[in-house]
């Protein structure tokens, strides 16, 4: 992308921690992440006198479940544990945070999950043909900051599908998880945003497969439902007009809030748009696309919309970070955020690891 400066030290650590300010504002406790009307969101953010006026902060605003698992992630990955025994310690992590989850309204999948870090195979669980929620996607940005160069891919999709099936065993789940760890590096190596959703078509998803078929676990079950993920993106590539990977975007007019509500019900399965693998970093990238290097434009198209914001947001956010640091970011939208100090740390070594 031209005009921006190279990645630093800066824009890893403004990646993570805007993601959770991202998370912690979209989801408001609960309030804003079951709110249905996004036009409503946008009333009572205007009583609180906008988002510049918001301080982010405990008790009013937590993060939820997706930065705690997010922070898993991460923690495991600085470890700088590869191949099985990255698995291992990434399943230990999950089961850890999984008690970290009073107030923070975890999906159901994931707390459902089955894993036995420790024994032989404790990181596999059984196919499920319910396992297509956002679950994994909202936890996997930060496979893109370990693993941010091109030739880093093969990993990258690695640790992405087999993190991602720990709790979302679902072609639709789990490449959610390619999605964001995906776009995170694509963020990072400067590329075009028009050109993100063809390369996780053409360049993450076939490498997805192979590891699905070279792993020899639920090969049968993942191959029958294999094209649902990349038939709902190639809906929203035609519609935006980027399935060439080069634009220009073409966008409904208007698109104002209550436009985005409905058009992000269009994109999604169940009618909540966002709960999925597929369409939460879909409108992550929508918002990326829309927003530019606006912040407040980011979160009104990321974080304050009807669907599942915190997890929409929680994408949106960590890329903009890496692609713009904390400009123009108010300083209280993230300051004091809950586990700030954490996720900061997560990003120093993440960017040693991969520098």
Not at 4 to 12: C, D, K, N, P, Q
Request: net charge negative; glycine share 12%; hydrophobic share 35%.
């Amino acid at each position: 992308m031209d005009g921006l400066e190279a990645v630093t030290v800066e824009h890893y650590k403004a990646g993570m921690v805007l993601s959770g300010a991202g998370d912690a504002l979209g989801y408001r406790g609960g309030t804003w992440e079951f709110n249905y009307v996004g036009p409503d969101i946008h009333q009572e953010l205007q009583k609180l006198g906008g988002l510049k006026k918001i301080t982010v902060r405990l008790p009013e605003w937590p993060v939820s479940d997706d930065t705690v698992l997010h922070l898993a992630t991460a923690e495991a990955l600085i470890t700088g544990k590869t191949e099985e025994k990255l698995l291992d310690e990434v399943a230990f992590c999950y089961v850890k945070g999984m008690k970290d989850m009073t107030g923070r309204a975890p999906g159901n999948t994931t707390a459902s999950s089955r894993l036995k870090p420790g024994q032989k195979g404790g990181h596999r669980v059984p196919y499920n043909s319910r396992g297509a929620g956002c679950g994994a996607a909202m936890r996997a940005m930060c496979i893109g900051l370990r693993y941010p160069n091109p030739d880093q891919l093969p990993s990258l999709v690695f640790v992405a599908v087999e993190t991602g099936r720990m709790t979302h065993h679902h072609p639709i789940g789990f490449l959610g998880s390619v999605a964001s760890a995906l776009f995170a590096s694509y963020a990072i190596q400067r590329r075009p945003l028009e050109s993100w959703g063809l390369g996780l078509l053409e360049e993450a998803c076939p490498i997805a497969l192979k590891v699905i078929i070279d792993s020899g676990f639920s090969v049968e079950e993942n191959l029958k439902d294999w094209d649902s993920f990349s038939k709902h993106w190639k809906r929203y590539l035609d519609l935006r007009g980027i399935s060439d990977g080069k634009g220009p975007v073409t966008w409904p007019d208007p698109y104002g809030v209550a436009e985005r509500d409905e058009a992000y019900k269009s994109f999604s399965l169940s009618g909540w748009g966002g709960s999925c693998g597929h369409d939460a970093p879909m409108i992550a990238l929508d918002a990326l696309l829309g927003a530019g290097s606006d912040w407040e434009e980011l979160m009104n198209r990321a974080a304050f919309h009807g669907g599942d914001n915190d997890s929409t947001a929680v994408i949106a956010c960590c890329c903009w970070g890496l692609l713009y640091g904390t400009k123009g970011v108010p300083e209280c939208n993230y300051s004091k955020l809950e586990y700030r100090d954490r996720l900061e740390r997560c990003a120093e070594k993440l960017y040693t690891l991969s520098h």
